[in-house]
């Protein structure tokens, strides 16, 4: 059930990136293996700054729930950083961070 969180400087393809991010996702078989349950979002920036110059970035937040091992975050974090790698190669910043939701309290409703 992870929320995949994409943040990027403006120019990039964010079909493209949810693609890369929500295939990692999937390969990493810590979530359904439909994909059923895995969400991405992507927003892109027009003003950023980074240190003293403008470079562009993405960055990827994976909220997923509490529970999975130290190794299997930092397998998901690795698969969704190389997808990205891959796909942009011109990109100044790429970073992805994998945060624990706390299962006792998260909500949810569906419609």
């Known amino acids: 059930m992870p929320h995949c969180i994409i943040e990027y ?3 990039q393809d964010a079909e493209l990136l949810c693609s890369a991010v929500f295939d990692a996702a999937q390969q990493s078989g810590l979530f359904s293996e439909d994909g059923s349950d895995i969400k991405v979002r ?15 970035f ?5 909220k997923i729930l509490s529970g999975r091992t130290l190794e299997q975050r930092q397998a ?36």
């Open 76 to 111: 998901l974090s690795q698969g969704v950083l190389e997808n990205l790698a891959a796909l942009a190669t011109e990109v100044g910043s790429t970073s992805v961070e994998v945060v624990e939701m706390e299962r006792a309290s998260y909500s949810k409703r569906l419609a």
């Open 58 to 62: 993405i960055h990827v937040c994976l």
């Open 9 to 11: 400087s403006n120019g």
């Open 42 to 56: 992507a927003s892109a920036f027009e003003r950023y700054q980074t240190g003293g110059k403008r470079q562009s």
